[in-house]
């Protein structure tokens, strides 16, 4: 494939996945300030909401699944302690 037609395919993949990206990063910051906030339930939502984002990113081919799997453990975790520390 010539290069110029690699580099357009390129140009219009990134277009394409910017704004997937920005919402994946977007739902992962609410999620983690809404942990940091100590409201349970809000953070539940939050965090729910965030890790189908991740889900949707690795369908889409915009993450590796493996970042994804650890970005959804370490929220989870800290999840969690937000949780324990709560009761």
Known sequence: MPAKKAG??????AVRTRGDRTETRSAMTKALRSV???DVAEAETA?????????RAVQKGIL??????RRK???????N???AAAE
């Open 47 to 55: 965090v729910h909401e965030a890790l189908s984002t991740l889900d």
């Open 36 to 38: 940091e906030s100590g």
């Open 81 to 83: 302690k937000m949780k």
């Open 64 to 69: 590796h699944k493996n970042n994804v799997n």
């Open 8 to 13: 357009r395919q390129q140009v219009k993949r």
């Open 73 to 79: 453990s370490r929220m989870a975790a800290r999840l």
